[in-house]
């Protein structure tokens, strides 16, 4: 291990910060010139030296496999992949930040993205890399403040998993607008299901499960100019109509997580929303034998389509010791290609939309229906303080689904909640 | 003065031997103590941490904002409810238990002993999901067994009333054993004789136990008393693991809402919140020593 360098770049990192808060050069100045330029462009030629990455979860496992192609092509480099748990990789990664002893690549989570930049540890994406390449709700992902930070790697959506059996019982069809989803779950319960539908009621993420309701209705969580638009018609639709599911007795009140997978395979389940994951969760739960009692559709629409887009972003750290060659690896792994390369590794959504017209995911019906979903998926807004206000929202949906609070208070709340913890953009 | 010299060189030698262990504790105790004392009272947020030089002086802003904040005040109000009620319940356990295997019966001893702690020595996580599977309210075991009677159990993690008691239950089954551990090792200290000759003074079990075990097992009770309040104020590894806080922050201790403003960058706030859980556990323990201790 090289470690000496390291501790020369942040002992050098720590002093030139030292000098700069010395000359008056401190975060208050800051304010204004937050948008930084984008680093010019991605070096010719192969890539040298060491790439640090640090991955998490599953993808931390099976990384290597892919970085051992793009050592091929770059015979001068050497890739080593950290495996984080997500569990604790906040923590670590923010330890890493403020004492620069950093790796060059970091995963980071779309909804993490803002976070570290708040705490300017990412580096600016080079203009060589297409943001017209990837979905746009993925790009938008990596944009703090106008300025991109990453590149979106892999992408998940939420989508309705629904008993295809039950529904043939009840003979309903699958739904495509909100009445559509109520008459479903309303049908689905009629078939036998004790619940007809699940929806989160609690707990963390509330918000990310909530939120795609929201959008459908036509409601946007910041306006232009960046300020918070919570309180209004679409939230208050969209409040109402989210709880009334578990008000009128199609979902349960409150839903018990660990029980949900097993109550869907048991039949007592009717339908509920999850990402891609589920799939593969079911399967392993139930043997393979239950993928023809079960369907996966679109979240339904009302003013609009929209679904909640998720995953993780490959981003370039700002104190990393082999920039050049970081970019290279990210630009390597975020190529179509390589995207479908991933896929096939870790069944990772590509991010990349030319990826999925590659037959590998063409041909799959329970991944293409992903494709028309990820089209119109948004993201939660990158903002330095959106954890603890996604904290704040989760509480406040939890209370109006318990019946504690209106709508129309929630939607009030919302908006109050957001606005005194601010965006945390200068 | 040859006398005075060899203080002097003793003294000398005596700080060489005691400065290897002034300075760790200076760098490891002293140092982030008076810096997050000092955190207490600046505007630090996520984003200074690069920079902590440039953070403002905001005095008691953080604990004048801590003890307004409804959320803080619900997660003072749980963490007070959960030392309140697990607290007597592990003591009182605890006791019964010991005297319980001090009184004869050898043989099972042991075996009882380590059944009741081994839940302190198991790991939470491990813990965590064992309980999240006896309080399941559809296939949990804990309402499939109340069913067999007819009972039809409660949503115990989920249901605003039942899950502090749910939490309770659970920390105090964790907790006991230790408890009952140092209180056995107390109770093996008195002395036989003294029991002996209360029984040929005509004293029955209950006498003995109240003028003979409970005064002489006192600074033991006072040790565990101080130790598991302690560690109850600081009521956080069950709502972590069991409810994050909820439903409706009905299990959100004070811990826990520190952990989450340090999660969200609020440093100066979160910080001023541990002076407050600190200063309450300096009250509680202060009220132990008074209640409990011996009288000379």
């Given at each position: 291990m090289?470690?000496?360098?390291r501790l020369?770049v ?6 030139l ?8 050069c ?6 204004g010139t937050?948008?930084a ?8 030629g192969?890539?040298?030296g060491?790439?640090?990455v ?11 496999e892919?970085?051992e ?5 770059n ?10 748990p997500w569990?604790s990789?906040?923590e670590?990664?923010?330890t890493a ?8 690549v970091m ?5 993490l993205?803002s976070?570290f930049?708040g ?5 600016p994406t080079p203009?060589?890399i297409?943001?017209?390449?990837f ?22 959506s ?5 008993r295809t059996d039950?529904?043939e ?8 607008d ?7 779950a309303a049908?689905l ?5 004790d ?5 989160q009621t609690r707990?963390n ?6 939120f ?6 036509g409601?946007?969580?910041l ?12 939230q208050?639709k969209?409040?109402?109509y989210y709880?009334?599911?578990?008000r ?6 409150v839903?018990v ?6 109550n869907?395979i048991?039949g007592?389940l009717?339908?509920f ?5 589920e799939r593969a969760n ?5 043997g393979d034998?239950f ?5 996966v ?12 887009i998720?995953?993780s972003?490959?981003?370039v750290l700002a104190?990393?010791e082999n920039?050049?060659?970081?970019w290279k ?8 290609a390589a995207q479908?390369?991933?896929f096939e590794i870790s069944s990772?959504l590509?991010?990349v939309?030319?990826s999925w017209?590659?037959p ?18 948004r993201?939660?807004p ?9 904290h704040?929202?989760?509480l406040?949906?939890e ?7 209106t709508?129309?208070e929630?939607?009030?709340?919302m908006?109050e909640a ?8 200068d | 003065?040859?006398?005075s010299?060899?203080?002097?060189r003793?003294?000398?030698?005596a700080?060489g031997?005691?400065?290897p262990?002034?300075?760790l ?6 140092v982030p103590?008076a810096?997050?004392?000092y955190?207490a ?6 984003k200074?941490l690069r920079t902590?030089?440039?953070v403002?002086?905001v005095?008691f802003?953080?604990?004048a904002?801590?003890?307004?904040d409804?959320k803080?005040?619900?997660?003072a109000?749980?963490?007070?409810y959960f030392v309140?009620?697990?607290?007597p319940?592990?003591l009182?356990?605890?006791l019964?238990?010991a ?9 099972f001893?042991?075996?009882?002993r ?17 309980w ?10 804990v ?5 067999l009677f007819g ?5 115990w993690l ?7 008691p749910s939490?309770?239950?659970m920390?105090t089954w964790?907790n006991?054993?230790y ?12 002395p036989k ?6 029984a040929i003074?005509g ?14 097992l006192?600074?033991t009770?006072l ?9 109850y104020?600081?009521?956080f590894?069950?709502?972590f693991?069991?409810?994050?806080g909820?439903p409706?922050?009905a299990?959100?201790?004070v811990a ?10 609020n ?5 001023a ?7 309450a556990?300096?009250i509680?323990?202060?009220?132990q020593f008074?209640?409990l201790?011996?009288?000379?």
């Amino acid at each position: 291990m090289n470690r000496t360098p390291r501790l020369a770049v942040a002992a050098t990192a720590s002093t030139l910060t030292l000098a700069l808060a010395l000359t008056g050069c401190g975060r208050s100045d800051e304010a204004g010139t937050t948008t930084a330029d984008s680093a010019d462009s991605i070096s010719e030629g192969p890539a040298s030296g060491a790439v640090e990455v640090w991955a998490m979860g599953t993808e931390g496992e099976l990384l290597p496999e892919l970085a051992e192609q793009f050592e091929a092509d770059n015979p001068d480099v050497t890739v080593n992949v950290t495996p984080v748990p997500w569990e604790s990789s906040t923590e670590k990664i923010n330890t890493a930040i403020a004492t620069g002893e950093v790796p060059d690549v970091m995963q980071v989570g779309t909804t993490l993205m803002s976070g570290f930049v708040g705490l300017d540890g990412l580096a600016p994406t080079p203009e060589d890399i297409d943001s017209d390449a990837f979905f746009p709700g993925a790009w938008e992902t990596t944009e703090v403040d106008g300025t991109s930070y990453g590149v979106p790697w892999y992408v998940e959506s939420r989508v309705l998993y629904y008993r295809t059996d039950l529904a043939e019982d009840a003979g309903v069809e699958a739904p495509e607008d909100w009445a559509g989803l109520t008459d479903f779950a309303a049908g689905l319960q009629d078939a036998g299901a004790d619940n007809g539908i699940a929806l989160q009621t609690r707990g963390n993420s509330t918000a990310l499960m909530y939120f795609p309701f929201y959008w459908q209705a036509g409601g946007e969580i910041l306006d232009d100019a960046g300020e918070f638009t919570l309180d209004n018609e679409a939230q208050v639709k969209a409040l109402d109509y989210y709880s009334s599911f578990m008000r009128d007795g199609l979902a349960p009140p409150v839903l018990v997580e660990d029980e949900k997978v097993q109550n869907f395979i048991d039949g007592k389940l009717g339908s509920f929303v999850s990402g891609p994951w589920e799939r593969a969760n079911l399967l392993t739960t139930a043997g393979d034998d239950f993928a023809d009692k079960f369907g996966v559709v679109p979240l339904p629409a009302d003013e609009t389509t929209a679904s909640f887009i998720g995953g993780s972003n490959l981003a370039v750290l700002a104190d990393a010791e082999n920039p050049d060659s970081a970019w290279k690896f990210v630009q390597f792994a975020t190529d179509p290609a390589a995207q479908v390369d991933w896929f096939e590794i870790s069944s990772d959504l590509p991010a990349v939309q030319s990826s999925w017209e590659d037959p590998a995911l063409a041909d799959d019906d329970a991944v293409a229906v992903y494709q028309g979903v990820l089209e119109t998926a948004r993201s939660t807004p990158a903002i330095p303080t959106w954890s603890e206000i996604e904290h704040e929202l989760d509480l406040i949906i939890e209370q109006t689904i318990a019946g504690d609070l209106t709508p129309e208070e929630a939607a009030a709340k919302m908006q109050e909640a957001a606005t005194s913890i601010g965006t945390g953009l200068d | 003065m040859a006398v005075s010299a060899r203080r002097r060189r003793t003294g000398l030698a005596a700080w060489g031997f005691a400065l290897p262990f002034t300075l760790l504790f200076a760098v490891f105790m002293l140092v982030p103590v008076a810096s997050s004392l000092y955190m207490a009272f600046t505007d630090m947020q996520g984003k200074d941490l690069r920079t902590p030089w440039a953070v403002n002086f905001v005095g008691f802003d953080n604990f004048a904002a801590v003890l307004a904040d409804p959320k803080f005040q619900q997660a003072a109000g749980n963490t007070l409810y959960f030392v309140g009620v697990a607290m007597p319940l592990t003591l009182g356990i605890a006791l019964l238990l010991a005297v319980l295997l001090n009184s004869g019966l050898t043989w099972f001893r042991s075996v009882f002993r380590v059944g009741f702690y081994a839940p302190v020595v198991t790991s939470i996580v491990a813990v965590a999901v064992v309980w999240r599977f006896l309080l399941q309210p559809d296939f949990g075991l804990v309402n499939s067994g109340l069913g067999l009677f007819g009972i039809e159990g409660p949503r115990w993690l989920t249901d605003e009333v039942w899950a502090m008691p749910s939490l309770i239950m659970m920390a105090t089954w964790r907790n006991v054993g230790y408890s009952m551990v140092i209180l056995l090792a107390g109770l093996q200290g008195i002395p036989k004789d003294l029991y002996e000759a209360s029984a040929i003074d005509g004293a029955g079990a209950v006498r003995q136990f109240r003028s003979i075990t409970v005064p002489l097992l006192r600074p033991t009770i006072l040790f565990c008393a101080v130790i598991t309040g302690i560690g109850y104020l600081q009521f956080f590894e069950e709502p972590f693991v069991m409810t994050q806080g909820g439903p409706l922050g009905a299990t959100n201790s004070v811990a826990y809402e520190i952990f989450n403003q340090f999660g969200f960058g609020n440093y100066g706030l979160s910080a001023a919140m541990s002076y407050v859980l600190f200063v309450a556990i300096v009250i509680l323990s202060y009220l132990q020593f008074r209640l409990l201790r011996t009288e000379k």
